[in-house]
């Protein structure tokens, strides 16, 4: 049986954030004050401030989580993000994490 390339991946994306054991909620405060590392590409707002950057704001905490550890830990590559990451604890991913993931992003439509 063949899988497409996306299944598999999302798939696997699924699997891994099922086994990434529940972090405890992190610190909104702390992670602002981390976030100012952040914010010349995605904003102390998470609104990207480049057109390469992602907006990350009211993303998900674990989803934010994973990724960071996964730039920290090398199995995730990006010029800027990798170095940036390198350094990070535990600790201070969950507070980045729960400090853009808790930015309330509204959208309006188009009429």
Not at 41 to 48: F, L, P, Q, S, V
Request: charged share 20%; aromatic share 6%; proline share 5%.
């Amino acid at each position: 049986m063949r899988y497409s390339a996306p299944l598999f991946t999302l798939g696997l994306t699924v699997i891994m954030v099922l086994a990434t054991p529940a972090s405890h909620a992190g610190d909104p405060a702390e992670g602002k004050v981390l976030a100012k590392q952040c914010q010349t590409c995605h904003g102390i707002d998470g609104i990207a401030k480049i057109p390469i950057a992602p907006n990350i704001a009211g993303e998900s905490q674990i989803y934010l989580e994973l990724q960071l550890k996964r730039y920290r830990d090398g199995q995730r590559e990006h010029e800027m993000m990798t170095v940036v990451a390198r350094n990070l604890t535990d600790t201070e991913i969950e507070d980045l994490a729960t400090w853009y993931a808790s930015i309330q992003v509204t959208a309006t439509l188009p009429e």
